[in-house]
């Protein structure tokens, strides 16, 4: 909560966040990935007391990126809040550049 009783827009994030690294790990995507772009849309604020559903829809599938977007909604009533897109790429941390989506990922995604 800001000062103003709405969910602080820092928070969207955190949400993009913990439903893309759940997804993530049922497709068993391992953890060689990086953030490259994330945005978001403000529709409606957050206001307190608010049960919130968050969605994950996976985009174009790169050589070693995949495009995502969100919404955050109000779960009892279907109010769309929030928009947001992002695009994950696979990395190698110690080379130092992408790498291509492994093929058991690949295979599951649309």
Do not use: K
């Amino acid at each position: 909560m800001d000062a103003f009783g709405h969910v602080n827009n820092a928070m969207y994030f955190t949400y993009f966040e913990q439903v893309r690294i759940d997804w993530l790990g049922t497709l068993g995507a391992g953890h060689r990935l990086v953030l490259a772009t994330v945005g978001c849309t403000f529709r409606e604020a957050v206001v307190y007391p608010a049960t919130l559903r968050v969605r994950l829809y996976a985009g174009r599938v790169g050589r070693s990126s995949l495009d995502t977007w969100y919404e955050i909604l109000d779960a009892d009533d279907g109010r769309l809040y929030t928009v947001g897109h992002g695009t994950i790429v696979w990395y190698d941390h110690e080379a130092g550049h992408a790498i291509p989506i492994p093929p058991d990922v690949r295979a599951v995604l649309p």
